[in-house]
């Protein structure tokens, strides 16, 4: 029926003045269009993209431009975005528009080969108000035998400006996501992993692109992307002979031909992008509003406060201790406790990481009482509890390894490959994802008071072989899809359980598993200076709630600079309190105070990055209130050289114009009082934006935190 009514408005339309209604198709957002449309040798091209065009009647104008989901074998040059075998060996597609509807916000296309029974669906749903356009791609055939796909894009996207420049998001363990950005000239830059059970390490899943020069946080065009993935992933940015660049983003098809069968669809993940027309700081707000509404676990919701006990601890812990740290975690005023690797195993018990994983019962000798002794002594003292668990994964030296070591990711005739002593689960095999469905089941059947859990993931694949699969090129896809089954089922029966995704540090965070977990831990290194530039690269495309930052005497920096800098995440601690002095103590209770106290602006408000880190020996941000009636800002001195040039003053963003702001600083050091000459006094968003704040000094290491109220 939808068939034929689409056929008579064809018909209808392709009568009227022009013709061109009917093969336009427009997918748009407030402030974005992506024009396709179908030539009349019936293909589809991208005819435009970029800020939303104002009148329609301009769209036959448009160039035709070029091919959308660029095919293999034909009449193109450079890099496709599909790639077959069919059954009697040819290598050829060529797709051609069949149909297109739009519901709901999304439009999905189908097209099809004439040849061969092939038919490849697009699919683009558009977010109007956060100017968000998420696109993936279903691609099925009915030959008599399986084809082999060999390259399988979420979305191809076409630009061509004078010039284009990449930000790629790199680094490894403790120096996530350093950036760095590179102009592309003619050939191909690839940003890929093939890490299989993370989707980032070396690189993360998150590119920027800018249209006609750098990227600037409020100038120019630019573009965010992101792919939902949690494993190997490939962007391909391939600049042709003319200038044009082609973006095709996706699963990394390295050593992952698939097998298609008959009847079968492939459906790739999510490539997740906003276009900005005024700069990175416009589409890192659209993303944020995004992700909270529509993606993020509880991504409306607010987030509890927490002591971790891992680098106060490490593996040497027992019942007393952690009663110790449950005080600890109340004098605090955090809201839960949270307790990290080292509680289980018993013939192997986890005294370090090298046994035990795996093996997910309570150590008696350590805990006689078992979790349900701490859960009961958390609750006792108003505190929630929180468990760490790493369930993809087990130590050779473990009860689970004895019992099934066909469950272990392994080449069979080679040598064990160890990495932190352990290895993955095959989570293609549906016995293994019952048993780690069944590691988050069983803890929660048995202790219903655990509020929270810690999902690490500390290390990639190796010596790649499934014992359970057939085909061995499928492993790399099968086990993210484990993941997410195993995930779906925990989602199911535990709906409103928060989670944090850990993958030693930040390897993995992609809106696909974000789905599942309310926030990820953006690295194990919790330096203050580090972690400047760690969150200031997450945040380009995680909301501030989404990025775990934990007070840790790692740095040794002031514990106020410390502080400061984890209050721009979702602030916990991970620190012996009573180490702390007197004054340390009614300063970390007061930011606690402070970061509850100011969360809606914090976590729910928008992101304005004022000062780079990669500007200098400086950074500032603030955020702003939905309302606008109240901004946090931040302000941090890193180590400033005496001969560096003068000192920048920090110029406001997002403010009213007419509004007067009362600016006070916050999370002071009890005695301590205000350098800052405008502490207390009243100033116009005119001046504010225009003129700025003198907040820079030249001491090393030196932060502060305004409090701006609009009068
Ligand atoms: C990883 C995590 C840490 C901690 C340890 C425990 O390294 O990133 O936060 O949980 O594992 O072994």
Known sequence: ??????????????????????????????????????????????????????????????????????????????????????????????????????????????????????????????????????????????????????????????????EYYMTDFT?????????????????????????????????????????????????????????????????????DHLGGLRVISGINPYGSEYTLAAGEVFRTPEFIFTLSDSGTGKATRDLHDWARRHRLKDGMGTRLTLLNNWEATYFSFDEAKLVE?????????????????????????????????????ETVEKLPGGISKLVAEATERGLKFGIWIEPEMVNPRSELFERHPEWVIALPNRDRHLFRSQMVLDLSNPAVQDFVFGIVDTLMTRHPGIAYFKWDCNRPMTNIFSPYLENQSHLYIEYVRGLYNVLERVAAKYPDLPMMLCAG????????????????????????????????????????????????????????????????????????????SEDELEFSRGAVQNFKRLQHVTLDGDLYRLFSPYDGDHAALMYLSKPGDKAVLFAFDMHPRAGARALPSVRLQGLDPARMYLIEEINMMPGQRSTFAGNGKVFSGDYLMRVGLPLFGRAHLRSRVLEITAQ
């Open 325 to 361: 740290l449950l005080d600890e975690a109340r004098k605090l005023g955090v809201d839960m406790f949270l307790l990290d690797d080292g509680w289980f195993g018993n013939e192997f018990p986890r005294s370090s990481d090298r046994q035990g994983l795996g093996d997910w019962e």
């Open 505 to 580: 540090g930040g390897g993995r965070s992609d809106y696909e598993v974000l789905r599942y977990f309310t926030e990820f831990w953006p690295s194990d290194n919790t330096d203050g200076v580090e972690r400047i530039f760690i969150q200031w690269g997450f945040g380009y495309f995680f909301p501030t709630k989404a990025l775990g930052a934990h007070v840790t005497s790692w740095g040794r920096q002031p514990l106020k600079f410390r502080t400061d800098v984890a209050m721009m995440g979702k602030l916990g601690f991970d620190i012996r309190i009573d180490g702390m």
């Open 1 to 162: 029926m939808k068939r034929l009514t689409f056929l008579l408005a064809l018909l209808f339309v392709a009568g009227g003045a022009n013709g061109v209604a009917a093969q336009t198709i427009r997918i748009s957002t407030d402030a974005t269009d992506l024009i396709l449309r179908v030539a009349d040798n019936g293909r589809l091209y991208q005819s435009y993209l970029g800020a939303r065009l104002q009148h329609e009647a301009d769209f036959q104008h448009l160039p035709q431009g070029r091919e959308v989901y660029l095919t293999h074998g034909m009449e193109d040059y450079f890099e496709p975005a599909v790639r077959m075998t069919h059954n009697d060996g040819n290598p050829s597609l060529m797709l051609k528009y069949v149909s297109h509807e739009t519901t709901g916000g999304t439009t999905v296309i189908t097209m099809r080969d004439g040849q061969y029974p092939v038919e490849v669906r697009l699919f683009y749903t558009a977010y109007p108000r956060e100017n968000v356009i998420v696109a993936h791609t279903e691609i099925s055939h009915r030959q008599e035998k399986p084809v082999t796909i060999y390259n399988y894009a979420s979305s191809m996207l076409h630009f061509d400006r004078a």
């Open 171 to 239: 680094g490894e363990w403790a120096a996530e996501v350093q950036m760095t950005e590179q102009q592309l000239h003619f050939g191909k830059r690839v940003v890929d992993s093939k890490l299989g059970s993370r989707a980032n390490m070396q690189a993360s899943p998150m590119f920027i692109l800018a249209l006609d020069g750098p990227a600037r946080e409020t100038v120019g065009d630019v573009m965010l992307g992101t792919i939902g993935w949690t494993g190997n992933f490939r962007f391909t940015f391939e600049v």
